[in-house]
């Protein structure tokens, strides 16, 4: 027979063992309601985003590259749909290679906007980037969230006398906002960056500087690291203020092509953080034979259109190379009589070379450089090819022309 020890002994166990059990339950039963809410939340949270994805609509309308600056523009349009669209995500590239970059827009519903990019921001050249894709960029719980790609287009090459305008006024190229991140302190007012987008010559440029955003002092506050405080940080040492760091947005270039940029430094004084904003030295682009434009270090190059380049030669890939009459000869016949359109001549090539989208100009009363719109190849080889101009003109039969690659070449002819 047990003892009343040993009875006490292993009563002691079971209760132990109860409450083991009862505490095990417990947790499963908190662990059950707290994931009910994790997949309850998530699945709110995904339907939420997919309600404001599925309102937003957007298309590319044209995507093109110009062939002598290496610059991609993409203009987007919106639909009707709500939703609050606080960037577009980008992404460039070809079938083994894409590389996306962010620009934040404000783009309205029913509204247009042109977003133009150097090639090299996404490590590509005009040969390789073949198509671009956008993506809606919203804030949701203080959160960036980029959505699915809404559509895809071919990038199409062109030079200056094909591309399509970009603009006809300022809100085509974007949305004038303060540049995130720049604010900075001066005396006691706050300085941010402030973006301007322009159109000038129907194409899209930007520009920023820094203006005053806040003044701190009228509101009885102090500044400090680009917010209006109600008193002074308190400290011990430097570290405590703050980080020294570049400002962003704030570079810019001497007239010896180096780059300077504004300078935060964070000090401890009187156990009071205070900051110090100087200029200070970034960079010497001539180390590495380059110029310095617009706050970075560029490699110069020689021509960014034709018309940088001396009279005989054109620009190519960024440089000036010889232009040469690509074609000259005498014309046979024009039609209409009087007002001539076509005409066609025996020395037209009749295969494999078409000049459409070149210039042609002529020794007569006609003095203008004409763009050829089609090239016609004859149905046998003892007829002549004809062209169509962009134009009626004073042409006539038995008078010479000459065929140039590019406007510029056609009037500037040697």
């Known amino acids: 027979m047990f003892s ?7 009563s002691t166990v079971i209760v132990a063992l109860i409450l083991i059990a009862l505490v095990l339950i417990a947790i499963g039963m908190v662990w059950m309601v707290i994931k009910k809410i994790m997949v ?9 985003q997919f309600a404001i994805y599925s309102r937003m609509d957007l298309k590319i309308e044209t995507a093109q590259v110009n062939k002598d600056t ?3 523009t993409v203009k987007v349009k919106r639909s009707s749909g709500k939703g609050n669209l606080s960037g577009i995500n980008f992404i460039v590239g070809n079938e083994t290679f894409s590389k996306s970059v962010k620009r934040d827009t404000d783009l309205g519903e029913l509204e247009y906007r042109t977003f133009v990019f150097d090639l090299a921001e996404f490590n590509l050249n005009i040969e390789s980037a073949k198509e671009v894709s956008i993506a809606p960029i919203i804030i949701s719980g203080g959160e960036e969230i980029i959505g699915e790609i809404m559509d895809t287009a071919p990038i199409k090459q062109v030079s200056f006398e ?4 970009l603009c006809s006024e ?9 540049v995130s991140g720049t604010e900075y302190c001066s005396g006691d007012s706050i300085l941010q960056e402030w973006m301007e987008y322009l159109c000038e010559l129907e194409g899209c440029s930007s520009q920023s500087n820094p203006i005053l955003k806040e ?6 506050k102090v500044c400090f690291a680009g917010e209006c405080l109600e008193e002074p940080t308190s400290c011990s040492e430097n570290s405590d203020c703050g ?3 570049w400002i962003p947005g704030t570079e810019y270039c001497d007239q010896d092509d180096n780059v300077w940029q504004k300078w935060e430094e964070y000090i401890c004084e009187h156990e009071t953080c205070k900051e110090n904003i100087i200029d200070k030295f970034k960079e010497e682009c001539a180390l590495t034979g380059q110029i310095c434009f617009q706050g970075e270090c560029f490699t110069p190059l020689e021509c960014f259109e034709h018309s940088d380049c001396n009279v005989g030669e054109m620009c190519k890939d960024n440089e000036c190379i010889p232009e040469y009459v690509i074609n000259s000869g005498t014309i046979y016949s024009i039609w209409p009589i009087g007002g001539g359109e076509y005409f066609d001549s025996p020395d037209l090539p009749k295969s494999e070379v078409n000049y459409i989208n070149y210039f042609v100009r002529f020794t007569g009363s006609e003095s203008r450089c004409l763009k050829i719109t089609e090239h016609v190849y004859p149905d046998s080889p003892e007829y002549n090819s004809y062209i169509k101009l962009n134009s009626t003109s004073s042409i006539q039969a ?9 406007l510029w070449g056609c009037y500037n002819q040697v």
């Not at 300022?170 to 303060?178: A, K, M, V, Y």
């Not at 003044?215 to 009885?220: E, K, L, M, T």
């Open 4 to 10: 009343n020890k040993s009875k006490k002994a292993m």
């Open 40 to 48: 309850e939340g998530t699945s709110t949270i995904t339907k939420a």
């Open 70 to 72: 290496n610059k991609l």
């Open 162 to 165: 094909e591309e399509i305008p």
């Open 170 to 178: 300022n809100s085509d190229c974007g949305t004038d906002n303060w």
């Open 215 to 220: 003044n701190c002092s009228a509101q009885g």
């Open 243 to 245: 980080e020294d760091s």
């Open 398 to 406: 038995g008078e010479n022309y000459d065929i140039w690659q590019t």
